[in-house]
């Protein structure tokens, strides 16, 4: 899987958007980012995916840039329970049929700690 | 929303003895993960399971780690003799099958293991 690139820490003001940025310089054309976050003492939460199109759900967006390089989680309104250590992560497409193949693991890095200040 | 539940959420144990940790992954999930995550560290991965195999291990995951299935609902990690160094959060994590095969996977909250 491709190794990614966050910044240790980010500040950002409640109410303000939060753009967390990570690069994959080396992603390959099958794979997939995906970001989680870690609220103190709790479980990775799942957050988005995507493979080349712009992704957008209840809690975030994701923007991947044309060439898949580097992408961005965007929290529109960010609170303070938002503050967390975001994990981007890179992750090959698993194969279309049910195998055990297909159970690929998530590689964490040291993520980002975003901060929401009041 | 269906979540997936880790007991207990901490336990306290001597070393070399045995200890249990157990999971109920999410009722139509199929894959079945562990992960830990050492006070201060990174999460690491310990083992993935599909139909009722190991799929994958990595290096942490020794001869003391053994993970079961006893039933339709339970996923179950074992350490035969703990160590000082066993101390950490423990998670568990499920995936559901089907098509496309990048389902996120979810993660329940933990178990504090902490090794006497």
């Known amino acids: 899987d491709a190794k990614t690139t966050q910044p240790p820490s980010m500040d950002c003001a409640e109410g303000r958007a939060a753009n967390l940025p990570c690069n994959h310089s080396?992603?390959?054309?099958?794979?997939?980012v995906y970001w989680y976050r870690q609220i103190h003492s709790q479980g990775p939460q799942y957050i988005i995916h995507g493979l080349k199109n712009n992704e957008t759900n209840e809690m975030a967006s994701l923007i991947i840039t044309e060439d898949r390089k580097s992408s961005t989680l965007i929290l529109p309104h960010a609170t303070l329970r938002d503050t967390a250590v975001y994990y981007c992560i890179v992750r090959v497409r698993g194969p279309p049929q049910i195998s055990s193949g297909s159970a690929r693991q998530l590689t964490f890095g040291s993520g980002t700690q975003l901060t929401v200040l009041p | 929303e269906p979540e997936v539940t880790q007991t207990p959420s901490h336990q306290v144990t001597q070393m070399g003895q045995e200890v249990i940790l157990r999971c109920v992954p999410i009722s139509n999930h199929l894959y079945f993960y562990w992960y830990r995550q050492i006070l201060g560290q990174k999460v690491e991965f310990l083992v993935s399971f599909y139909n009722n195999e190991i799929s994958e291990k990595s290096e942490i995951f020794d001869d003391q780690f053994s993970v079961e299935r006893p039933d339709g609902s339970n996923f179950t990690l074992k350490i035969r003799s703990t160590k000082l160094e066993d101390s950490a959060m423990y998670f568990c994590a499920s995936r559901p099958p089907g098509l496309p095969s990048n389902q996120p996977q979810h993660f329940g909250d933990g178990t504090r293991l902490s090794i006497l």
């Open positions: 080396t992603i390959s054309g099958n794979e997939y």
